[in-house]
């Protein structure tokens, strides 16, 4: 069954007008306010922000984690690792790239041990790939990530700033099993990218959805209001018989009223990718 969930922090007021981070002081509320809301699914996010409260990283926290998704029925099925947006995996020294890629496989780990289907890794923006030795070191990299990624049989998700015909070419450098595109709505709008080309280019290899609405060479608007083709997705969507996640990564809306704000753009999902509103 298809599965609408939510980037962590949207059902909650902006930390310190932050977008988006870890929402350290009262991440539990957002399994409740989930359920209110009719999400299926968190997304976590670890990111150095947050990283020393997170608590995917401790015994107990994990244990509370099991319990608020027990009593709630609102799961964590996939993680957002942020952390890699302040710690990229490209751009440093040998010795800091295998620090990194220390905490990656530790996130492996604790995910795996919370069910945690898949891990993003975004490739956008402090983490774009900019340059032919940037993409030649990224491929030596991932392969490194994927061996780890066995060990757990976590997948990795990648999310990037490449055009379609060359995340193409970095896909069909790493022909993994493990190893698919998390594809964002608002980034490949704000690039100017046509969604029925990128999946002509890499359709196959999509594991998982972020919805949200850009401005074409701008910022995130409530959805439909901005330059997305949602249309040509759903169809493109159709065309590879994607039956994933979708997560919210919405345009925030009115402090205080972020339950009926989210479930409107959840309703939204299911009128627009959901034959007839309902699930498949």
């Keep these: 069954m298809t599965l609408i969930?939510?980037?962590?922090?949207?059902l909650?007021?902006?930390t310190e007008n932050r977008i988006q981070c870890f929402?350290?002081?009262?991440?539990?509320?957002?399994?409740?306010l989930g359920a209110k809301a009719g999400i299926d699914c968190i997304e976590w996010i670890y990111d150095l922000y947050g990283a020393d409260a997170n608590p995917l990283a401790t015994k107990a926290g994990a244990a509370r984690m099991k319990e608020l998704t027990a009593a709630n029925g609102v799961r964590v099925l996939?993680?957002?690792?942020?952390?890699?947006?302040d710690r990229p995996l490209l751009r440093v020294?040998?010795?800091?790239?295998?620090?990194?890629?220390?905490?990656?496989?530790?996130?492996?780990?604790?995910?795996q041990l919370l069910g945690i289907q898949r891990m993003v890794v975004p490739f956008v923006d402090a983490s774009s790939i900019n340059t032919e030795a940037e993409f030649e070191e990224v491929c030596v990299t991932l392969k490194r990530v994927l061996q780890m990624a066995e060990e757990t049989q976590v997948e990795i998700h990648l999310e990037t700033s490449l055009a379609p015909e060359r995340f193409a070419e970095l896909l069909a450098r790493l022909p993994h099993p493990l190893l698919k595109v998390n594809y964002d709505s608002g980034?490949?709008?704000?690039?100017?990218?046509?969604?029925?080309?990128?999946?002509?280019?890499?359709?196959?290899?999509?594991?998982?959805?972020?919805?949200?609405?850009?401005?074409?060479g701008g910022g995130t608007v409530a959805p439909g209001t901005g330059d997305a083709d949602f249309s040509a997705l759903a169809e493109s969507l159709d065309l590879i018989?994607?039956?994933?996640?979708?997560?919210?990564?919405?345009a925030r809306g009115t402090p205080g009223d972020e339950v009926d704000w989210i479930r409107k753009n959840r309703d939204f999902v299911l009128k627009t990718?959901?034959?007839?509103?309902?699930?498949?």
Aim: proline content about 5%; glycine content about 10%; hydrophobic content about 35%.
């Design 5 to 10: 969930g939510i980037m962590q922090g949207r």
């Design 12 to 14: 909650l007021p902006p």
């Design 23 to 32: 929402p350290r002081a009262n991440w539990a509320d957002e399994f409740e």
């Design 78 to 85: 996939s993680l957002c690792a942020d952390y890699f947006m």
């Design 93 to 111: 020294s040998a010795g800091e790239l295998n620090d990194r890629l220390a905490t990656f496989r530790w996130l492996l780990g604790r995910a």
């Design 187 to 216: 980034n490949s709008s704000s690039l100017g990218y046509d969604p029925r080309q990128e999946f002509a280019a890499y359709g196959a290899r999509v594991g998982s959805v972020h919805i949200k609405d850009r401005l074409r």
């Design 241 to 250: 018989h994607y039956s994933g996640d979708f997560i919210l990564q919405v």
């Design 273 to 280: 990718f959901c034959k007839d509103g309902s699930r498949p």
